[in-house]
């Protein structure tokens, strides 16, 4: 199972569809905050991909959750933007939230600055934002009990 993790487009339609369009085989996209109204926009164009979004600190007005957890192949994901938890300080706050649901994978945006690790049993991930200079995103890869992260740094946006 394949899962697209993007975050922080702030009104970058485009290159999310793009993205999206480019990542044929992720069944699951996970959108953390900060572009609500790109990823509502996209949804209807991929509709047999399942579609998780999450409202950002900038997604004013939003009914989003400020949180999900997802069981996806066995393994427990815990996503959130990030600010509630002061990523921008330190991500032990965050790191204490995701081993208190007993996740296997962290995933949170808000700093948009790339991050992947994986930490005593714990894979952590920010995919940095979709948007401006250095674009990246996170793809995770869940097979046979194996967690696979990678994080795609953009060059030319399309």
Request: hydrophobic content about 35%; some cysteine; glycine content about 6%.
């Amino acid at each position: 199972m394949r899962i697209l993790v993007v975050s922080d487009t702030h009104n970058d339609y485009y290159t999310l569809n793009q993205v999206i369009k480019s990542q044929t085989k992720a069944e699951i996209v996970i959108h953390l905050g900060d572009g609500e109204e790109d990823i509502e926009r996209i949804r209807h164009l991929y509709d047999k991909k399942m579609i998780v979004s999450i409202r950002g600190n900038c997604d004013w007005g939003s009914n989003k959750p400020y949180i999900e957890e997802l069981n996806v192949e066995g393994k427990k994901i815990f996503a959130t933007h990030g600010h509630l938890y002061s990523v921008k300080v330190d991500y032990d706050n965050i790191i204490n939230e995701a081993r208190k649901k007993c996740a296997d994978i962290l995933l949170f945006g808000h700093t948009h600055i790339a991050y992947c690790d994986y930490i005593d049993g714990l894979y952590i991930m920010n995919p940095g934002a979709l948007r401006g200079y250095n674009a990246s995103y996170g793809i995770i890869d869940i097979c046979n009990n194996n967690i696979i992260t990678n994080l795609v740094k953009m060059k030319e946006i399309f």
